[in-house]
């Protein structure tokens, strides 16, 4: 009956069923389209905008964007890469990053997509803000100095866990932060699990595991192997 | 009564709705001062929502505190016309009197002072707010006085009532502030119409926003009327935006003081048009005072029968409540002002699906600007072709401005659409002019070779705010104060806009103490770039406006303060060395580097 449908990614042609986004339909795909807050398992959040694409002379977020026949669709061109590696540095200065020391260091999406995106230094100065560490649950220890505001644990944990324990809060860069859902503020006082889907779904080292640190050596983890943009099928 | 029957009587009176969070978070911290964890807790158990959920949207509006500010907290409005007023040798005046810093709550819990955005009181500043209730006019006297009576512990129901008068200061008014109309009589010719033909007779009128965006009323009517409600409690809401927040703009509030029949009256008429039973009017809350006076004008109407059911002796039901806002500049546009009506942080959505067809609740909802449901009932009572007839061919109708700045008479002026800035700068008796920022921050900044222009849509639409600069305004100063207006109202939601407001903000402080060069002028240019966009919405896509229109506009503002060098560190020792300074209480030569001598110090 219907043909299959399909736009252009740099040229490529990508097929999509109807209602898909654009990046839904390039990652089924397999092509690469930048991205942070984006999960395959749960609608857009469409906040970090690094997907940023280029739609008839026009930017938009891919994650949001619904895919439209014959549509051109710009994606890893110098310009848009070059707004996605400040959006990076943006990211790497508002929060504290110390990639050499970080647990997460080589299976970290922020650092994947700075290397992919031949990020070569934060450019900006460093804010430092000032964010606290939560080590008050038993099993998991929550460091939001890493945190970059995608949303994913406060979806996952409402969606999947049913159990609403993150919610974003606060106003602007100072005052944005993942509100922990008890009276005291800390994880300690919920009843969040290391079984949670919200314990494993965050991008960055925010949400650790307790007693577990370097059990794969740096340079054997996930992105040291290959890098983000050709891991793209694993994802869904 | 205890604190928890306090917060139990609110949540009572608002039926435990979590939608209605605003208002029982504003009504709990009018009776107790702060929002503590323990009242957070009670409140999101009594409507069931997560804890967080209730936490996340009271630390998102500057006007509720989860922790204590002090029985008196004092906000000056830090417009840049408030600042050309000299708020901030009054603030600091006041400050060192209270033996205070600003920001901070006095020792004994009894008084912060800190600066906020604009209160809405440019054509009468330097203003401020003393628990939420807006004084204009201040003066030196006035804040000695003021300080008397924080010490005294004077509650401010005892203040001098002169100290919150409020002037409308009309200066010009045309075919809307002069309209003549008794309440009633625009719905009866509405009802009188039908909705169908209403509607019509709006298009037929070429109505547009007056919010400053200039989409089709009708347009927006008829896409609302024809989008068909969701779910088991179908409904369709006309929401009126009086978060009136852009810098340098006050008509609305003019317009909710002396003219709130005609404003509900157009709320009225866009409910029959739209099909709504329900109106919501979302008020700043800056301006809390006017509560009082719209709810009476409310019952008013409901005693004569033009709200309620059976309107006029019709099938037309429709009754409009009251929502107040929290200080958050975000919430004017549309989609978080929705988000916040529903008791959520005020972040803009992703759209599609627009307002009209996914809006308040899920339903199908028109959000319109104050100005323009009240021009509305012109419409109704008159028709199209008398409402053509003023205005240009494609801006039909008048424009309410808000005019302040550098000129004799600030205050609210309405033209018919066409009007040059020119006629409205002689009209209001500015001299020497230099520049007009139109449309607040987020607007243009005319150059005196631009003043020929027109306010209509076809040249320049804006929703009214023209903040006038002499030739001894100093054009950098207002950029500066913008890109720390923006930076403090961006909801964070987005990277560009979260971050590079703040950025943007550091680098013009940085030019402004003297350290910047060159380089730092283009990474103005390429923030500006970036956030144009992509930016999630129209906050971040404009909020490097103000410096781009400088930049390009009064480049030697800039010039002159940057050094000679391709390059100059953000880091700054001298800088560094304020802690220390602070610490020893040393402001002397010995105790700054010899390059960053304070004015008119000698090493």
């Keep these: ?236 | 009564m205890s604190d928890t029957d306090t917060i139990d009587a609110v949540l009572d009176r608002h039926r435990r709705d979590g939608t209605r969070l605003m208002q029982i978070l504003r009504e709990t911290q009018e009776q107790l001062g702060w929002l503590a964890p323990a009242t957070l807790t009670r409140i999101a158990e009594a409507v069931a929502w997560p804890r967080a959920k209730v936490e996340g949207t009271a630390d998102f509006y500057s006007f509720f505190h989860t922790r204590p500010l002090g029985r008196y907290r004092v906000l000056w409005s830090d417009n840049i016309t408030d600042r050309m007023l000299g708020n901030i040798d009054l603030m600091d005046a006041m400050c060192k009197k209270l033996w205070l810093e600003p920001g901070r709550v006095s020792e004994d819990g009894l008084v912060s002072v800190d600066t906020t955005s604009c209160t809405g009181m440019c054509d009468q500043g330097p203003a401020l707010l003393v628990n939420y209730r807006a004084i204009t006019r201040l003066t030196p006297a006035r804040v000695g006085e003021m300080v008397g009576l924080i010490r005294s512990e004077t509650p401010v129901a005892d203040w001098p009532a002169e100290w919150f008068a409020v002037e409308d200061n009309i200066r010009r008014k045309d075919i809307l502030l002069g309209h003549g109309l008794v309440p009633g009589e625009a719905l009866a010719a509405a009802l009188e119409r039908g909705p169908e033909k209403m509607l019509a007779e709006i298009k037929a009128a070429g109505l547009r926003g007056r919010g400053g965006a200039g989409f089709g009323t009708g347009l927006k009517w008829e896409a609302c009327r024809n989008a068909p409600g969701q779910g088991d409690n179908p409904a369709h809401y006309v929401v009126c935006n009086a978060d009136e927040g852009e810098p340098g703009t006050f008509k609305d509030r003019v317009l909710l003081s002396s003219y709130a029949d005609l404003v509900f009256e157009g709320i009225s008429i866009a409910g029959l048009v739209v099909g709504a039973r329900k109106g919501l009017l979302y008020l700043r809350g800056e301006y809390r005072y006017l509560l009082e006076g719209l709810e009476s004008a409310l019952a008013a109407r409901r005693q004569a029968g033009l709200l309620g059911a059976n309107i006029l002796g019709t099938a037309f039901d429709f009754d409009i409540e009251i929502h107040l806002g929290a200080g958050a500049y975000i919430c004017g546009e549309e989609s978080a002002l929705i988000e916040s009506l529903e008791g959520k942080p005020g972040r803009p959505r992703i759209r599609p699906p627009f307002p009209v067809t996914q809006g308040y609740l899920g339903q199908p909802t028109t959000v319109n600007n104050v100005e323009t449901l009240a021009a509305s009932c012109l419409i109704a009572s008159h028709g199209s072709a008398w409402y053509l007839a003023h205005g240009t061919g494609k801006s039909a109708g008048s424009k309410i401005l808000s005019i302040s700045g550098d000129c004799e008479r600030p205050g609210i002026y309405e033209y018919p659409y066409g009007v040059t800035v020119r006629q409205v700068l002689a009209d209001c008796g500015a001299t020497q002019c230099q520049a007009v920022q139109v449309s607040g921050p987020s607007g243009i900044c005319l150059a005196e070779e631009e003043f020929g222009r027109r306010i209509a849509f076809e040249d320049i639409p804006t929703a009214g705010a023209l903040m006038v600069f002499d030739e001894s305004r100093d054009m950098f100063e207002v950029a500066r104060n913008f890109a720390h207006f923006f930076a403090h109202e961006s909801c964070g939601f987005c990277t560009p806009c979260r971050v590079g407001t703040t950025l943007v903000r550091n680098l013009m402080d940085k030019i402004a103490r003297q350290h910047g060069s060159p380089y730092d002028i283009n990474e103005l240019f390429k923030l500006h770039r970036l956030m144009q966009g992509a930016s999630h919405c129209g906050l971040g896509n404009s909020a490097c406006n103000p410096v781009f229109d400088t930049l390009n506009k009064f480049r030697p503002a800039y010039e002159r303060r940057l050094m000679s060098l391709d390059y100059e560190p953000a880091f700054d020792l001298d800088a560094a060395l304020s802690q220390a300074r602070q610490m020893t209480g040393r402001d002397d030569v010995g105790a700054h580097l010899s390059t960053h001598l304070p004015n008119g110090a000698e090493a």
């Design chain 1, 1 to 236: 009956m219907n043909e299959t449908q399909t736009f252009q990614l740099d040229g490529e042609d990508i097929p999509f069923a109807p209602g898909q986004s654009i990046m839904q339909a390039a990652t089924a795909h397999g092509a690469y389209i930048p991205h942070l807050c984006w999960h395959p398992d749960f609608a857009a959040h469409g906040s970090c905008k690094l997907c940023t694409v280029k739609v008839n002379g026009r930017f938009g977020s891919s994650c949001t964007m619904a895919a439209q026949a014959g549509m051109s669709v710009e994606n890893r061109t110098a310009e848009l890469d070059d707004k996605r590696r400040t959006l990076l540095q943006m990211l790497f200065v508002e929060g504290n990053h110390f990639c050499p020391s970080c647990e997460k260091s080589g299976n970290c999406a922020l650092q994947a997509t700075a290397y992919e995106l031949k990020m070569m230094s934060p450019h900006f100065d460093m804010f430092y803000p000032d964010r606290p560490v939560d080590a008050s649950h038993p099993d998991v220890l929550l460091d939001f100095n890493r945190c970059i505001m995608c949303s994913l644990c406060v979806t996952a944990s409402a969606e999947v866990d049913g159990k609403n324990i993150f919610y974003m809060g606060g106003r602007g860069l100072l005052g944005r932060r993942v509100h922990v859902s008890s009276e005291s503020g800390r994880l300690g006082d919920t009843n969040f699990a290391l079984s949670d889907r919200a314990a494993s779904i965050c991008p960055v080292g925010v949400i650790l595991p307790k007693r577990r640190g370097f059990a794969v050596p740096i340079g054997e983890r996930k992105y040291d192997k290959a890098p983000i943009s050709a891991q793209v099928k694993e994802r869904v």
